[in-house]
């Protein structure tokens, strides 16, 4: 067990209510110790401890683990986070985004001064570098992947992340269609999950999404920059609208991971159950 995962378990545990601390401690560590005996990732199961935690403060049912929970009766294989913790990292990436996008335009009447330099530098933190270190650990945490495969997937992920905060400070001027560029980010998103997971050949052509839905948008925000409104809505209406292919890309993930099952889940049979599911 890492550092890491006895941390997130730790927290996961302060978090809890606290008649079900001590029964989720013993659980949750044993739980994480013993993951690669069931070819589980510790560190999904400790990610999956921590969203249950943060989810079920006050449930006095089971949910996804229980309060007794030690292992899964006749198991796909499977792990918390599969059900939870991506999402809401996905989802937490486009709240980045979408604050960072409106504090962006709210400092558009700074835009050219020195001193707020450093201000649009961090802003450009949340419009990039925290939706990347979210999708980054998503791949991290995918289930039924070799580890080196996760772990290549996410430097992927961080160098288009890298691209991407480097186009929107300016410091990276890449002589292409304004559009094309948000598109082909997006699309090199999807492309490093497809990857990961292995997907089908036919599910590479949802690639061409993101790029379409760059372009189709593009026109919009150009017409709204026609209007005569103020700066600042035409800054966030052009910042929205660069959200769309990204949204598009994680659309297009759900599409290959659902209608793309190479084949059925193998369900493991078991002669006694390895998690209490009784209320």
Excluded: C
Aim: net charge positive.
């Amino acid at each position: 067990m890492s550092a890491l995962d006895r941390a997130l378990v730790g927290v996961a545990v302060a978090v809890s209510p606290a008649a079900h601390r001590a029964a989720r401690r013993e659980q949750w560590l044993a739980d994480v110790r013993d993951a690669h005996e069931l070819d589980l990732s510790p560190t999904a199961l400790a990610f999956g401890a921590f969203t249950t935690a943060l989810f079920h403060r006050r449930a006095g049912h089971r949910s996804t683990w229980g309060d007794t929970m030690t292992a899964l009766p006749t198991p796909v294989r499977s792990a918390p986070h599969t059900i939870r913790t991506i999402p809401v990292l996905i989802a937490l990436a486009v709240l980045s985004y979408v604050v960072s996008v409106g504090v962006l335009a709210l400092l558009q009447r700074y835009n050219g001064l020195p001193e707020a330099r450093l201000v649009f530098d961090m802003v450009g933190i949340g419009l990039a570098v925290v939706p990347g270190a979210a999708v980054a650990t998503s791949v991290l945490l995918v289930s039924d992947v070799a580890r080196r495969r996760r772990v290549l997937g996410a430097v992927a992920v961080f160098a288009i992340t890298a691209v991407w905060w480097a186009i929107t400070n300016g410091s990276l001027n890449v002589p292409v269609y304004a559009p094309v560029q948000v598109g082909v980010i997006a699309a090199g998103l999807l492309a490093v999950w497809l990857v990961v997971l292995h997907r089908p050949g036919w599910t590479y052509s949802l690639l061409l999404l993101p790029v379409v839905a760059a372009i189709l948008v593009f026109p919009l925000t150009e017409a709204a920059n026609g209007t005569g409104i103020p700066y600042s809505v035409m800054a966030l209406v052009s910042w929205i609208a660069q959200l769309v292919p990204f949204l598009v890309a994680v659309v297009g993930a759900v599409v290959a991971s659902r209608f793309s099952t190479d084949a059925p889940a193998v369900v493991e049979a078991h002669g006694e159950a390895l998690v209490d599911k009784t209320v």
